[in-house]
């Protein structure tokens, strides 16, 4: 007997599915769903033309000529790698002391006020997640998957690492900068990717404040059962992030024994 109601699928599984991430049988139930649920084949299509607004409005033409001119004065050396996210200690932000203290202490209240009952069940170890966070006047708002963003907002990331054991954080924009913010600032050189928390959802020490790179902010969270060359991660996606018309939903091609998860920021003007 059908059932009369069935979970509603979010966009990320959905993307997902679109880019061939989920497991064979997810992807053969959710194939089943859309044919099935006009309303749900709707927003698939939906999600592709989202994407190809974005690109429409920063060719990958353009981008990419922009990403070679980059590297080409970064190998004469005339150019020292600019971040992109400006980290922002929140003891340093302009507040009294005091209420730099309560803003920090937001991000974990406001979390747990916010957090609906499916990501409760994250909490206890069933996936491993990357989130975004975005300060606002009263402390701090989980971001969703595809939530636009602008320049000048400042967000903190925090990640669930249930099974993970070691990991990086990276993040690439719509100009195809490699930014890393676990290890915090890593841009090259011998370095091993840092043991991952696994207490609960950990929450970066840092938060960054977006510039006015154009598109997108995509951050991933790379991980494995074992430590790895923080170069592993780095090298592949810095190759992803030289192809905007891949970097906005693509993967990262890693090698077999590291995985990953992202979260995708739409830049609006």
Excluded: N
């Amino acid at each position: 007997m059908k059932r009369e109601t069935e979970e509603r699928v979010s966009d990320l599984s959905l993307e997902q599915y679109r880019l061939g991430e989920l497991s064979a049988a997810a992807a053969a139930a959710l194939a089943d769903r859309i044919g099935r649920d006009p309303a749900l084949a709707a927003r698939l299509g939906s999600l592709a033309a989202s994407d190809a607004e974005i690109l429409a409005a920063h060719p990958p033409a353009v981008a990419a000529a922009d990403i070679r001119r980059r590297l080409a004065v970064e190998e004469r050396g005339e150019e020292r790698r600019a971040r992109r996210l400006r980290p922002v200690r929140f003891s340093t932000l302009a507040f009294p002391a005091a209420a730099a203290v309560l803003l920090t202490l937001s991000l974990f209240l406001v979390r747990d006020r916010i957090l609906p009952v499916r990501d409760a069940v994250r909490l206890k170890g069933l996936e491993t997640t990357l989130s975004v966070w975005r300060k606002t006047g009263g402390g701090a708002e989980r971001l969703a998957e595809g939530a636009v963003a602008r320049a000048g907002d400042v967000v903190q990331l925090s990640y669930l690492a249930a099974g993970a054991r070691y990991g990086v954080i990276l993040s690439i924009d719509g100009r195809g900068v490699v930014t890393f913010h676990l290890p915090e600032g890593w841009e090259g050189g011998p370095a091993r990717s840092p043991a991952l928390d696994t207490s609960g959802e950990i929450t970066l020490a840092s938060a960054y404040e977006l510039d006015d790179a154009p598109a997108f902010e995509r951050f991933f969270l790379v991980y494995g059962a074992g430590p790895f060359e923080v170069s592993a991660a780095a090298e592949p996606a810095r190759r992803l992030a030289a192809r905007p018309d891949s970097a906005l939903r693509g993967r990262i091609s890693l090698p077999r024994t590291l995985r990953q998860v992202s979260f995708l920021l739409v830049k609006g003007r």
